[in-house]
């Protein structure tokens, strides 16, 4: 198992694209805890495609994303940029992702320059603190079978993420309020490009959203074989400046699911207060036929 050091290096490489023309990159892809590629995995790559094709000064400050089809972990990703528009002070990009000749995923990315304006913002919720609670290593094997616990931990040794209370697989048969909090940071620090926070922070939304879902349910989800999901779209607004090595609040709910769908909001807060993001994303959830 690789340690947190290797295993946020390996990660800042695959997020790293290789240019293969103008405005198209190719990403690899590793082994997922599921048998396809992680969606977080595609967002964050589409997302550093984009922000190339757009200059320094002007940050992401929203997305908008499908997800397609499965992605295969065994082949390369390539990302197709369209430049959609670049006005005075906003640009837009979209981005489409292919393998195997079809497209896996669609983003469309919009990027800003700097600019004062109102300000206000709702009060970030009561919450532990991060340091208080227990690490993905000390908490997982305790709720899942040994296995999953640590193809779990290697699958996010990148990222120290800390569950406020007992995440849905640790709770099965004990519906309770669809409401959940995560911390978390890079287990390492990074480099102070604003547009490799933003990915960063990409990448870990997908890893919890849809868990509130499951708790209203009682349900575990993939990791105890009650409920098959996948993401189905995902959309993200940047409102601050903030930092994915510093400790942030991902408190997320889900207000409904109905007709095999169900839906995730959140929002995320830097450890001192500041509303960073807001997210929404909709998936398959659906109760496998016995």
Do not use: C
């Amino acid at each position: 198992m690789p340690d947190a050091p290797t295993a946020l290096d390996d990660l800042l490489d695959l997020l790293d694209l290789e240019r293969i023309e103008q405005d198209i990159f190719r990403g690899e892809s590793r082994p997922s805890i599921v048998p396809r590629v992680f969606g977080g995995q595609v967002a964050a790559q589409a997302l550093v495609a984009a922000g190339r094709t757009v200059p320094a000064d002007r940050l992401a400050h929203s997305l908008h994303a499908y997800f397609l089809r499965a992605g295969d972990p065994g082949a390369p990703i390539v990302y197709t940029v369209d430049r959609i528009r670049d006005g005075r002070s906003f640009t837009t990009r979209r981005v489409v992702a292919v393998q195997h000749g079809q497209p896996i995923f669609h983003l469309s990315a919009s990027f800003q320059t700097y600019e004062e304006g109102l300000d206000h913002q709702v009060e970030m919720p009561a919450a532990p603190d991060p340091e208080s609670l227990e690490t993905p290593a000390e908490m997982l094997p305790r709720h899942l079978p040994r296995e999953v616990a640590d193809r779990l931990i290697e699958a996010r040794a990148a990222v120290d993420l800390r569950y406020a209370e007992t995440p849905p697989w640790g709770t099965v048969g004990q519906p309770r309020e669809p409401r959940s909090q995560v911390w978390f940071r890079t287990n390492g620090k990074l480099a102070d490009d604003p547009l490799l926070h933003v990915v960063l922070a990409t990448y870990v939304s997908d890893m919890t959203l849809l868990d509130s879902i499951l708790l209203a349910h009682g349900r575990g989800g993939w990791a105890v074989g009650d409920v098959v999901g996948a993401s189905l779209d995902h959309a993200m607004w940047f409102h601050r400046p903030f930092r994915a090595d510093e400790w942030l609040l991902y408190d997320q709910e889900s207000p409904t699911s109905s007709g095999g769908r169900g839906l995730g909001q959140a929002r995320i807060f830097t450890q001192d207060g500041r509303l960073a993001i807001s997210v929404i994303q909709e998936g398959v959830v659906r109760v496998p036929r016995r």
